[in-house]
């Protein structure tokens, strides 16, 4: 009886303290070993060294692209004062601009200038299945991440620049 009560312990303790796994999603994020998932199935980009998160969704059959701040580790939303994130994109060898609009949300109070979610609407959108970009600049409490670059939907964990 002890021997069973002890392994059934170590058991829980092993489940309780190895944290998160990978789930083999090809939209999943892992650095250094630890590894996130993204809450929309997006793609994810690495502010930082795990600061904060980007999590980009494209709606094809509308045309939309979704931008979400996240917190460290994918921790829920991040809110920014931003009112809209400039994103340049490459598909098919033809340069697009987006600019993407904080998004109110009446059932979290957000609104832009204190909001973690973007849109924007393209045409181009509905076709591209893959894309190069670069999001010109974004601030995340206090800190500039300027020129991130990242493959849609590859992601990426790109270099963050102090300013």
């Not at 009446?106 to 200038?113: I, L, R, S």
């Amino acid at each position: 009886m002890m021997k069973t009560l002890f392994a059934l312990f170590c058991t829980l303790s092993l489940a309780t303290f190895t944290g998160c796994k990978p789930s083999g999603s090809s939209h999943s994020h892992s650095h250094g070993g630890h590894h996130h998932e993204p809450p929309h199935g997006g793609t994810a980009i690495d502010l930082g060294d795990e600061e904060a998160h980007l999590e980009f969704v494209l709606d094809a059959a509308a045309g939309k692209l979704t931008c979400y701040v996240l917190k460290a580790h994918m921790a829920g939303f991040q809110r920014i004062t931003q009112e809209s994130l400039e994103l340049n994109a490459t598909v098919g060898g033809k340069a697009e601009t987006l600019s993407l609009k904080a998004v109110a949300n009446a059932a979290t109070g957000e609104k832009p200038g204190d909001t973690s979610q973007f849109e924007a609407q393209a045409e181009w959108l509905k076709t591209a299945k893959s894309f190069d970009a670069e999001l010109k600049s974004i601030n995340v409490r206090g800190k500039d991440y300027p020129a991130l670059k990242f493959n849609f939907p590859k992601g990426s964990a790109p270099e963050a620049v102090n300013k």
